[in-house]
């Protein structure tokens, strides 16, 4: 590369977001010679010193934990929310201010965001698992959303070198549609799991559970510390032991000598010159001063959450652009897709002598066995969905949770450890669909006074049945596995609730069904990649952050070569 | 151990001025309420309710008497005492509890907490003819039994927190729950019942119980 490959821009490229995907387009592109800007909406929070309640003992938190429900309801209205207790009084500072950002609901939506360096990276469930090719011609298949312009093969390389980077902990298993990638030790499993694993598979040959495939290492890995089995991961790590933008990829890129961060930059949109179509800048709101300004690049990647990142395209209106780049096919904020859910638990008996020390960060995963390949006979729903779960024994919280009693009995009951439970929830692949979709509302300003984000999405009749479906058989697994008795409940019923956001600028072929090309190229704006989960043509049934990683590499490597043929 | 319920009488107001006299008094509503005698459920607005009926003025959010930490600190002790590890008090649960009504509970929470310790001393006095802070720790079993008895619960919850913050749940379980909480938490708790390592280092999947009955907390 050209030292000075600029035509007097401070910067070669801009890097709009910082968190799983801006992370990553910054260290590749550092790494390949090129003067990078990072913009990040939120604060600035410093590797160690920011993770500001990591080593906080349980007799210092706040109230003991309990929620400050006032402050919750007037800041955090949705972000408290969140299932699975992603958000605490331990890293309530990552969080984004509700009131200070509202979104319009057209039907109930979750719309869970970060608002700081580093992004929902530091807080992510790192659940790291490759798309299988299937997944990639689901679209084409069944006839729902559009055909993927790319397939595994196309993405596979981009894997394993997202995976020998961040160090991904997991068990190879073999499965042709659950594809195996570069995996440090897995973890263990629990005697219960264990158990679960050998009935399961007894009875049912085409399923298979495996331990969690996670983005903590299980040893030393790039000179990162090994996971200390804490699982507060969410509140940050200073052994750098899971995989964030803070302790990973930013670090990265800053050794480079290439990198300029600018925090507290709120992009409002991406400037197009209409006669040579190339994006020529990046307009910033200056969160603290209200200042606007203007950066510009000679390449633009878009990586600020598949949310922000639709709002940046469709407030990006132009003479060129009147609805929003990406959007002269009206594709641009369609097709949203997440993944839905239900849960199931039971209690087994029969292991009350075993036990675990310590707290392992991930769980335990049963890759999809439903309508693989060719659709099930018994099946009346299209797609599938994997299961993610564990077992444990209750905590002393779920013991005391239980009974009402007093006195030493039930103190000596809730310290010690609980019954026996196994856990199932369902991730179920929703399928994309042009109604289910985001717009701007104008006649509503939002944060800074640009116009608030509208969603209108919603579950159908596939997600429903899926759901019925996914109940059924993972109670009739955890019976299998010895349960007398099985509970449901209702997890991920809403959507956004997965926090696993897809969709709404698709990749694809035809410029007129999609907004992004192979190589995630706005279609007509060659020199600007979405690369973050607005991507998504589908939704499939992992956890979809280390696809959008391979996406992210694949997309700069492409861009950089075709900036060097001076295509770009 | 044989419970035998408490009863709780009406009481004439104490003094003249203190509301009309066809009104039930403070403590005869508070009385019924911790019986459970109110169809209405045991909610803060419930409670804030029939307080306003019987007369008695908005509380005041100042901390809790040193009448009322003594009856919280018995009760606690009661319900975590000290084994062969510290109780309640010694984990320093009463003032954990009383930093919450100070600072955390809603005004219809503090109100039917207060309300609720009231009550309970008074249940004291007219069972055992002393206040609930002077019991023995079998006289306050006996009481608290009886109000857990009077306790119904028809709510279901996974987890510790979200039945405190259910507004449904009788003041018998709040307490009960917030000792539990607090002596959990504490660093006594977190040390001698459970086991507090802020840094595990390895996570050993299948131990015996025998060598490791405990739970790890961070």
Known sequence: MKKDMSKGAQFDAIVIGSGITGGWAAKELTEKGLKVLVLERGAKVEHQTGYIHEFTPPWQAP????????????????????????????????????????????????????????????????????????????????????????????????????????????????????????????????????????????????????????????????????????????????????????????????????????????????????????????????????????????????????????????????????????????????????????????????????????????????????????????????????????????????????????????????????????????????????????????????????????????????????????????????????????????????????????????????????????????????????TDGAAMASAGTVNPSLTYMALTVRAVDYAVAQIKAGRI | MTISKVQFRRQRPAAAGEGRVDNPSRRDVLAALLAGALATAWTGSAAGAALKAAGAAAPARSALNAGEMAVLGAAAQVIIPTTDTPGAREAGVPQFIGALYAGWMTDAEAAAFRGGLAGLDDSARQRWQRGFADCTPEQGAELLQALRAASPYGGRTFSLADRILDPKAPFYLRLRDLVVLGYFTSETGSNRELRYMPVPGKFEANVDIKTWPYQVVI
């Not at chain 1, 949705?78 to 009131?99: C, L, M, P, T, V």
């Not at chain 1, 030790?185 to 007894?202: F, G």
């Not at chain 1, 717009?439 to 608030?452: A, E, F, I, S, V």
């Open chain 1, 63 to 530: 109230n003991g934990g309990l929620p400050e429900r006032e402050l919750f309801a007037r800041d955090y209205e949705i972000q408290s929310k969140i299932e699975r207790g992603a958000f605490s009084w331990a890293n309530r500072h990552y969080w984004i201010n509700d009131r200070e950002n509202p979104y319009e609901q057209v039907k109930p939506f979750r719309w869970h965001r970060t608002n700081v360096l580093g992004g929902r990276s530091l807080t992510w469930g790192r659940q790291s698992y490759r798309w299988g090719n299937d997944d990639f011609l689901a679209n084409a298949r069944d006839g729902h959303g559009n055909d993927w312009p790319i397939r595994y093969a196309d993405l596979a390389p981009w894997y394993s070198h997202v995976e020998k980077f961040i160090g991904v902990s997991g068990q190879p298993e073999g499965l042709e549609h659950f594809p195996d990638g570069e995996y440090l030790p897995p973890m263990e499993m629990t005697a219960l799991e264990r158990a679960l694993k050998e009935r399961i598979e007894a009875k049912w040959r085409d399923r298979r559970v495996t331990i969690g495939r996670v983005a903590n290492l299980t040893v030393e890995h790039n000179g990162r510390g090994a996971c200390q089995n804490r699982n507060i991961c969410n509140r940050g790590c200073s052994f750098g032991a899971y995989f964030s933008s803070l302790s990973s990829t930013l670090p990265a890129a800053q050794k480079t000598g290439r990198l300029t961060i600018r925090t507290d930059s709120v992009v409002e949109s991406i400037e197009v010159d209409p006669k040579t179509k190339r994006a020529t800048g990046v307009r910033v709101i200056d969160a603290k001063s209200g200042q606007r300004l203007t950066f510009k690049a000679r390449v633009i990647f878009l990586c600020a959450s598949t949310y922000g990142t639709l709002q940046v395209l469709l407030q990006s209106r132009s003479a060129t652009h009147p609805n929003g780049i990406g959007n002269h096919s009206d594709k641009l904020g369609r097709y949203l897709v997440d993944h839905h859910g239900v849960a199931a638990f039971g209690e087994i008996k029969g292991f009350e002598d075993r036990n675990y020390k310590g707290r392992r960060a991930t769980g335990i995963l049963i890759p999809r066995f439903r309508n693989v390949g060719r659709q099930d006979e018994d099946a009346d729903f299209t797609r599938g969905y994997g299961f993610q779960g564990g077992a444990m024994r209750d905590d002393w919280t779920n013991t005391a949770a239980l009974t009402d009693d007093f006195g030493a009995g039930m103190k000596h009951n809730i310290a010690r450890p609980g019954k026996w439970v196994a856990f199932l929830g369902a991730f179920g692949e929703q399928l994309p669909q042009a109604h289910n979709r985001v717009t701007l509302n104008d006649r509503k300003p939002g944060n800074h006074g640009l116009p608030q984000l509208s969603f209108d999405v919603a579950y159908g009749e596939n997600e429903r049945k899926m759901a019925v479906d996914a109940g059924r058989q993972a109670e009739q697994m955890l019976k299998a596995a010895g349960a007398e008795r099985v509970q449901l409940i209702p997890v991920r019923t809403m959507p956004g609730v997965s926090i696993h956001e897809m969709g709404g600028a698709r990749m694809g072929h035809d410029p007129a069904e999609s907004v992004l090309n192979a190589h995630n190229q706005v279609h007509g704006v060659d020199n600007l990649f979405v």
